[in-house]
């Protein structure tokens, strides 16, 4: 078998840069480890940035998303019952932010890349990178009991935090950053209305709590919990009980249901700025991780994508591999903007084991530093919408 562009992972990132490639008529198959049912049910982000919604029309598949996504023109900053409103559309010159899952993003591309014989490989299997060094690579895998060999001209590495692309590098040429919060996102999804319109980031004594949705009839929520807790230690009352103790004085009722989803995610911000090696591509999560915070790891992901996809199409229309050479170098800027303001509204609005009094004063004053200066909230709402 053969193919221009390998892509191992068929999650946002893969799907996404499959059908950019296939929209300027470049080859591709993708490679994915989970079954399709697996991939689409995995709750994750909801909030996309104009330039990702921007980009999914680029790729044929904003229908939905203009249809169903919720815009969203501002969200709060909750800091011990009080409330500090972002107007991002104010503050930004008319622009918003979509609530619409990852769960109906990658609905989306399937329903289109699905309609394309052999476009993706499900369950494959043990895949391996070969010769990525060299002129010609290749990719193989195992399905059925059976193995194949993709030979191909490049390949994205699409495959997530825990794939095998970023691993395939030579440890001598890596160069990775990483910082590890001492805490995660316990996360819950109910049918139940949201407490409020807009999305809620909560400062309190406790713990960080966010109260986002996915429609007028789905809540998510999540509160931040040390790195040692499971899942199980939390029945559904339990934690509806802690997101009300955080979330008081904020918003209207929280409406209780059964979870739909529950699970803990640990925070961490890792950089592989090694994003290119030989004719290996590193796109979204497999090169970069933030904490969810400014949610910004789709976005990013989208990103990536969109400047890789670019950079193919010139060197295949005008045979001019400036842009691939360039791409690390372009993509990490925005990265680590990303990075940066991430781990900011982290450090912001968390409670981290080690802060002393000292800390907490110093975040509270920062808040209300915040609530005071429409400077500060401009800078805020500049990025949580997405920079250029
Ligand atoms: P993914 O989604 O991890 O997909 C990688 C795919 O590769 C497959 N794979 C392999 N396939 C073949 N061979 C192998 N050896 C393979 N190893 C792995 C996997 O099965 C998978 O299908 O990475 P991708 O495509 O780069 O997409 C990144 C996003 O999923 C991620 O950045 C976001 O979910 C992050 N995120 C958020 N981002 C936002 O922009 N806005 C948000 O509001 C937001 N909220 C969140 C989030 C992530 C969260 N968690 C769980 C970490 C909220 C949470 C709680
Ligand atoms: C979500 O709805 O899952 C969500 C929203 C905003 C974030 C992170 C996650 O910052």
Known sequence: MRTQVAIVGGGPSGLLLSQLLYTDGIDSVILEKKSREYVESRI???ILEQGTVDLLARAGVDDRV???GLKHDGFLLGVDGTVIRIDIQKLTGGKA???YGQTEVTKDL???ISGREGAIVYEADNVTLHDIAGPSPAVSYEKDGQTYTISCDFVAGCDGYHGVSRASIPA???RAFEFLYPFGWLGILADVPPCNHELIYAHHRNGFALASMRSHQRSRYYIQVPASERAEDWPDDRLWNELEVRLSGLAGPITRGPALEKSIAPLRSFVFETMSYGRLFLAGDAAHIVPPTGAKGLNLAASDVRILADAFREHYRKGNDEALTRYPQRALDRIWKAVRFSWWLTRLTHRFPSMSPFDIRMQVAEL???????FAQTTIAENYVGLP
Do not use: K
Request: charged content about 30%; hydrophobic content about 35%; proline content about 0%.
């Open 97 to 99: 932010v979509t609530v």
């Open 368 to 374: 209300n530093y915040i609530r005071d200066s429409a």
């Open 110 to 112: 399937n329903t289109v």
């Open 66 to 68: 203009r249809r169903e």
């Open 172 to 174: 001598d040429v890596a």
């Open 44 to 46: 994750r982000a909801g």
